[in-house]
T-cell receptor, first 115, second 116 residues
Framework: NAGVTQTPKFRVLKTGQSMTLLCAQD?????MYWYRQDPGMGLRLIHY???????AKGEVPDGYNVSRLKKQNFLLGLESAAPSQTSVYFC??????????????FGPGTRLTVL | AQSVAQPEDQVNVAEGNPLTVKCTYS??????LFWYVQYPNRGLQFLLK??????LVKGSYGFEAEFNKSQTSFHLKKPSALVSDSALYFC??????????????FGRGTQLTVWP
Protein backbone atom coordinates (compact mmCIF):
# COMPACT_ATOMS: atom_id res chain seq x y z
CA ASN A 1 0.00 0.00 0.00
CA ALA A 2 1.96 2.99 -1.29
CA GLY A 3 -0.72 5.61 -0.51
CA VAL A 4 -0.41 8.67 -2.75
CA THR A 5 2.55 8.83 -5.15
CA GLN A 6 3.64 11.64 -7.46
CA THR A 7 5.81 11.64 -10.57
CA PRO A 8 8.25 13.28 -11.09
CA LYS A 9 9.81 14.50 -7.84
CA PHE A 10 11.69 17.37 -9.46
CA ARG A 11 11.50 19.12 -12.80
CA VAL A 12 13.02 22.18 -14.43
CA LEU A 13 11.21 23.71 -17.41
CA LYS A 14 11.86 26.62 -19.69
CA THR A 15 9.15 29.23 -20.17
CA GLY A 16 6.63 28.01 -22.72
CA GLN A 17 7.34 24.32 -22.32
CA SER A 18 4.62 21.89 -21.34
CA MET A 19 4.54 19.00 -18.91
CA THR A 20 2.23 16.66 -17.04
CA LEU A 21 2.41 15.75 -13.39
CA LEU A 22 1.05 12.36 -12.45
CA CYS A 23 -0.67 11.49 -9.20
CA ALA A 24 -1.63 7.94 -8.32
CA GLN A 25 -3.40 6.54 -5.26
CA ASP A 26 -3.99 2.93 -4.33
CA UNK A 27 -6.56 3.53 -1.58
CA UNK A 28 -9.61 3.46 -3.87
CA UNK A 29 -10.43 7.06 -2.90
CA UNK A 30 -13.17 8.87 -4.75
CA UNK A 31 -11.84 12.41 -4.29
CA MET A 32 -8.52 13.73 -5.59
CA TYR A 33 -6.97 17.19 -5.39
CA TRP A 34 -4.06 19.23 -6.75
CA TYR A 35 -2.53 21.98 -4.59
CA ARG A 36 0.40 24.30 -4.98
CA GLN A 37 2.51 25.47 -2.06
CA ASP A 38 4.31 28.78 -2.13
CA PRO A 39 6.31 30.33 0.73
CA GLY A 40 4.13 32.16 3.23
CA MET A 41 0.92 31.27 1.40
CA GLY A 42 0.03 27.83 2.65
CA LEU A 43 -1.58 25.46 0.17
CA ARG A 44 -3.89 26.65 -2.54
CA LEU A 45 -6.26 24.38 -4.43
CA ILE A 46 -5.74 24.27 -8.20
CA HIS A 47 -8.28 21.66 -9.36
CA TYR A 48 -10.06 18.74 -7.81
CA UNK A 49 -12.13 15.72 -8.79
CA UNK A 50 -15.04 14.06 -7.03
CA UNK A 51 -14.92 10.96 -9.18
CA UNK A 52 -13.65 9.31 -12.34
CA UNK A 53 -14.33 11.47 -15.37
CA UNK A 54 -15.21 14.61 -13.38
CA UNK A 55 -13.06 17.63 -12.53
CA ALA A 56 -13.67 21.09 -11.09
CA LYS A 57 -11.74 24.33 -10.64
CA GLY A 58 -10.28 25.34 -7.33
CA GLU A 59 -8.87 28.60 -6.10
CA VAL A 60 -6.04 29.09 -8.65
CA PRO A 61 -6.89 27.11 -11.82
CA ASP A 62 -5.52 29.46 -14.49
CA GLY A 63 -2.71 27.98 -16.57
CA TYR A 64 -3.48 24.40 -15.53
CA ASN A 65 -5.62 21.58 -16.86
CA VAL A 66 -6.47 18.24 -15.29
CA SER A 67 -7.87 14.88 -16.24
CA ARG A 68 -9.22 11.91 -14.26
CA LEU A 69 -9.64 9.11 -16.76
CA LYS A 70 -9.07 6.41 -14.16
CA LYS A 71 -10.18 6.47 -10.55
CA GLN A 72 -6.66 5.97 -9.24
CA ASN A 73 -4.94 8.64 -11.35
CA PHE A 74 -5.21 12.43 -11.45
CA LEU A 75 -3.08 14.30 -13.99
CA LEU A 76 -2.11 17.96 -13.82
CA GLY A 77 -1.00 19.61 -17.05
CA LEU A 78 0.84 22.82 -17.74
CA GLU A 79 0.38 23.70 -21.41
CA SER A 80 2.75 26.68 -21.52
CA ALA A 81 4.78 27.02 -18.35
CA ALA A 82 5.44 30.43 -16.83
CA PRO A 83 7.90 31.46 -14.09
CA SER A 84 4.89 32.20 -11.84
CA GLN A 85 4.18 28.46 -11.84
CA THR A 86 7.43 27.74 -10.03
CA SER A 87 6.16 26.01 -6.92
CA VAL A 88 5.84 22.76 -5.06
CA TYR A 89 2.82 20.77 -6.20
CA PHE A 90 0.98 18.36 -3.94
CA CYS A 91 -1.63 15.82 -4.80
CA UNK A 92 -4.09 14.54 -2.21
CA UNK A 93 -6.92 12.05 -2.07
CA UNK A 94 -9.78 11.23 0.26
CA UNK A 95 -12.58 8.73 0.49
CA UNK A 96 -16.22 9.64 0.61
CA UNK A 97 -18.08 8.99 3.86
CA UNK A 98 -21.68 9.32 2.89
CA UNK A 99 -21.91 12.58 0.95
CA UNK A 100 -18.91 14.14 2.71
CA UNK A 101 -15.27 13.44 1.88
CA UNK A 102 -13.03 12.24 4.67
CA UNK A 103 -9.49 13.23 5.67
CA UNK A 104 -7.20 14.14 2.79
CA UNK A 105 -3.93 12.22 2.43
CA PHE A 106 -1.05 13.86 0.61
CA GLY A 107 1.66 12.74 -1.76
CA PRO A 108 5.34 13.68 -1.32
CA GLY A 109 5.21 16.60 -3.75
CA THR A 110 6.78 17.69 -7.03
CA ARG A 111 9.19 20.61 -7.02
CA LEU A 112 8.84 22.50 -10.30
CA THR A 113 11.08 25.33 -11.44
CA VAL A 114 10.24 27.36 -14.53
CA LEU A 115 13.12 29.41 -15.91
CA ALA B 1 -16.42 32.37 3.16
CA GLN B 2 -14.22 29.85 4.92
CA SER B 3 -10.83 30.88 6.21
CA VAL B 4 -8.16 29.94 8.68
CA ALA B 5 -5.64 32.18 10.41
CA GLN B 6 -2.42 31.09 12.02
CA PRO B 7 -1.29 34.26 13.79
CA GLU B 8 2.29 33.14 14.43
CA ASP B 9 4.73 32.47 11.61
CA GLN B 10 7.17 30.94 14.07
CA VAL B 11 6.99 29.30 17.48
CA ASN B 12 10.12 28.48 19.44
CA VAL B 13 10.08 26.27 22.52
CA ALA B 14 12.63 24.38 24.59
CA GLU B 15 12.57 20.61 24.60
CA GLY B 16 10.43 19.26 27.43
CA ASN B 17 8.28 22.38 27.65
CA PRO B 18 4.64 22.46 26.57
CA LEU B 19 3.92 23.85 23.12
CA THR B 20 0.93 25.56 21.56
CA VAL B 21 0.40 26.40 17.90
CA LYS B 22 -2.54 28.71 17.40
CA CYS B 23 -5.33 28.56 14.84
CA THR B 24 -8.54 30.53 14.46
CA TYR B 25 -11.19 29.93 11.85
CA SER B 26 -14.16 31.47 10.12
CA UNK B 27 -16.96 29.36 8.64
CA UNK B 28 -20.57 29.82 7.71
CA UNK B 29 -21.85 26.59 9.23
CA UNK B 30 -20.35 23.90 11.41
CA UNK B 31 -16.55 23.72 11.25
CA UNK B 32 -14.60 20.62 10.42
CA LEU B 33 -11.00 21.32 11.44
CA PHE B 34 -7.71 19.61 10.70
CA TRP B 35 -4.05 19.81 11.65
CA TYR B 36 -1.30 18.65 9.34
CA VAL B 37 2.48 18.58 9.81
CA GLN B 38 5.11 18.95 7.11
CA TYR B 39 8.71 17.88 7.63
CA PRO B 40 11.39 19.33 5.32
CA ASN B 41 11.06 18.18 1.71
CA ARG B 42 8.10 15.98 2.56
CA GLY B 43 4.37 16.00 1.96
CA LEU B 44 1.77 16.90 4.56
CA GLN B 45 0.97 14.31 7.19
CA PHE B 46 -2.40 14.20 8.92
CA LEU B 47 -2.23 14.77 12.71
CA LEU B 48 -5.80 15.07 13.92
CA LYS B 49 -9.25 16.38 13.14
CA UNK B 50 -12.35 17.73 14.82
CA UNK B 51 -15.70 16.84 13.31
CA UNK B 52 -18.08 16.79 16.26
CA UNK B 53 -18.24 15.65 19.89
CA UNK B 54 -15.56 16.09 22.54
CA UNK B 55 -13.81 19.45 22.30
CA LEU B 56 -10.41 17.88 23.09
CA VAL B 57 -9.15 15.85 20.17
CA LYS B 58 -6.16 13.54 20.48
CA GLY B 59 -3.96 12.76 17.50
CA SER B 60 -0.67 11.31 16.38
CA TYR B 61 2.73 11.72 18.08
CA GLY B 62 1.18 12.89 21.36
CA PHE B 63 -0.46 15.98 19.90
CA GLU B 64 -3.91 17.17 20.85
CA ALA B 65 -6.09 20.10 19.90
CA GLU B 66 -8.83 21.95 21.70
CA PHE B 67 -11.88 23.15 19.84
CA ASN B 68 -13.36 26.33 21.29
CA LYS B 69 -16.53 27.41 19.51
CA SER B 70 -16.97 30.71 21.35
CA GLN B 71 -13.43 31.81 20.48
CA THR B 72 -13.52 30.12 17.03
CA SER B 73 -10.16 28.53 17.79
CA PHE B 74 -8.54 25.15 17.33
CA HIS B 75 -5.12 25.36 18.96
CA LEU B 76 -2.66 22.50 18.66
CA LYS B 77 -0.93 21.44 21.87
CA LYS B 78 1.59 19.01 23.24
CA PRO B 79 2.50 18.67 26.93
CA SER B 80 6.21 18.04 26.37
CA ALA B 81 7.93 19.08 23.14
CA LEU B 82 10.59 17.01 21.38
CA VAL B 83 13.32 18.24 19.04
CA SER B 84 11.83 15.91 16.44
CA ASP B 85 8.57 17.92 16.57
CA SER B 86 10.33 20.73 14.71
CA ALA B 87 8.38 21.13 11.47
CA LEU B 88 5.86 23.28 9.62
CA TYR B 89 2.31 22.96 10.96
CA PHE B 90 -0.84 23.73 9.00
CA CYS B 91 -4.35 24.24 10.27
CA UNK B 92 -7.20 23.69 7.79
CA UNK B 93 -10.96 24.02 7.75
CA UNK B 94 -13.29 22.05 5.52
CA UNK B 95 -16.09 23.41 3.42
CA UNK B 96 -19.02 21.02 3.09
CA UNK B 97 -21.24 23.06 0.87
CA UNK B 98 -22.30 21.44 -2.38
CA UNK B 99 -20.36 23.53 -4.87
CA UNK B 100 -16.94 22.89 -3.34
CA UNK B 101 -17.55 19.69 -1.48
CA UNK B 102 -14.67 18.63 0.70
CA UNK B 103 -12.42 21.51 -0.19
CA UNK B 104 -9.82 22.34 2.49
CA UNK B 105 -8.84 25.92 3.30
CA PHE B 106 -5.34 26.08 4.74
CA GLY B 107 -3.65 28.58 6.99
CA ARG B 108 -0.25 29.92 6.00
CA GLY B 109 1.56 27.59 8.33
CA THR B 110 3.54 27.96 11.57
CA GLN B 111 7.16 26.92 11.76
CA LEU B 112 7.77 25.17 15.07
CA THR B 113 11.34 24.96 16.32
CA VAL B 114 12.11 22.94 19.42
CA TRP B 115 15.52 23.72 20.97
CA PRO B 116 17.47 20.99 22.78
Amino acid sequence: NAGVTQTPKFRVLKTGQSMTLLCAQDMNHEYMYWYRQDPGMGLRLIHYSVGEGTTAKGEVPDGYNVSRLKKQNFLLGLESAAPSQTSVYFCASSRRTGAIPDTQYFGPGTRLTVL
Amino acid sequence: AQSVAQPEDQVNVAEGNPLTVKCTYSVSGNPYLFWYVQYPNRGLQFLLKYITGDNLVKGSYGFEAEFNKSQTSFHLKKPSALVSDSALYFCAVRDDRGSTLGRLYFGRGTQLTVWP
